[in-house]
């Protein structure tokens, strides 16, 4: 069914919601397919200026669906394949999009699904919610880009203990650390995620994601490419409609109408 993804433009936002509620979002092929067309809508569309991703019912999402690896039904993966045709071109997408990711991580987030969170611009989290790093509770190794995000975010020390124990991180802690941006109430984390995400979609679109792209970049440059990067990028900033917009706004003491290029 092409329901497991729920996806609705308006304000600029594309709203993308997991929904395979039965099975806490976690993925199957048709989920992962369903995904990753819109974050290719996301790319190419110009009226979408912000992606929102969140799931539905109680939980975020919990990594792979186990029911379609389970080896008594006889069933034999190379699970290298499926990281590689599934979970890497999702996560290349999100890193990849020049436009403002919000991730509103509405309940247990576990597997794939926490360190989907993780690679999201700005993540919101219920107080309620948790991450846990799931995979060595059944042998696997953390993917969908866990082992570059939690060292760079939370260090080795912390980011080598919940891969190898598995411990749950509640959402106020994921915070504390700098995995995420914040924790809200749950009441109203989808009234947050959603304002915020009206907000950046009303932004300077064009300078948000070459922003975007610089600070990624800084995980691989030096200080002087760095450097030099800023230049380029601001060049291309410095020659946006919205930076002319934002300077005339200035001067004319009222709020810019970004139109995103
Ligand atoms: O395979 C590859 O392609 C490699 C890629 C791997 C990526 C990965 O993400 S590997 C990690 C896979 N995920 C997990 O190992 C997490 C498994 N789930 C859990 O540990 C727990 O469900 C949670 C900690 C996430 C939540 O616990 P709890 O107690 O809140 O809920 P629950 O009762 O365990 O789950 C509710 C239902 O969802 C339950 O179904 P039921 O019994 O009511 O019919 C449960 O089986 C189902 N469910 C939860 N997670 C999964 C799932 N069904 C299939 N696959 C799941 N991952």
């Known amino acids: 069914?092409?329901?497991?993804?729920?996806?609705s433009l308006a304000d600029g936002v594309l709203r993308l919601t997991l929904n395979r509620p039965d099975k806490l979002n976690s993925f199957n092929e048709e989920m992962h397919l369903a995904l990753r067309a819109g974050f290719e809508r996301a790319h190419n569309?110009?009226?979408?200026r912000t992606v929102l991703l969140t799931g539905a019912g109680r939980g975020f999402c919990a990594g792979q669906d186990l029911s379609d690896r389970d080896p008594r039904k006889g069933v034999k993966?190379?699970?290298?394949h499926t990281i590689e045709t599934f979970y890497n071109p999702l996560?290349?997408?999100?890193r990849s999009l020049e436009k403002p990711v919000i991730c509103a991580v509405n309940g247990v987030a576990a597997g794939a699904?926490?360190?989907?969170?993780?690679?999201?611009?700005?993540?919101?989290?219920?107080?309620?919610?948790r991450f846990i790093q799931a995979f060595s509770k059944i042998g696997l190794v953390p993917d969908s880009g866990g082992t570059w995000s939690l060292p760079r975010l939370i260090g080795e020390a912390r980011a080598k203990a919940l891969a190898l124990t598995a411990e749950p991180l509640g959402a106020e802690k994921a915070a504390d650390w700098g995995l995420i941006w914040k924790a809200v109430d749950d009441a109203t984390l989808m009234d947050e995620a959603n304002a915020l995400a009206v907000q950046l979609a009303a932004g300077p679109t064009k300078g948000l994601g070459l922003t975007k792209r610089a600070i990624q970049a800084a995980a691989s440059n030096t200080f002087d490419e760095q450097l030099d990067?800023?230049?380029d990028l601001q060049r291309e900033a410095g020659a946006s409609a919205d930076y002319a917009e934002g300077v005339v706004a200035f001067?004319?003491?009222?709020?810019p109408e970004f139109t995103g290029r």
């Open 45 to 48: 569309d110009p009226e979408v």
């Open 251 to 255: 001067f004319e003491k009222r709020k």
């Open 113 to 129: 699904g926490a360190n989907i969170a993780f690679a999201c611009d700005i993540t919101l989290a219920a107080r309620s919610a």
């Open 1 to 7: 069914d092409s329901d497991t993804i729920l996806s």
């Open 77 to 80: 993966l190379d699970l290298g």
């Open 91 to 94: 996560l290349r997408l999100i």
């Open 229 to 231: 990067l800023e230049r």
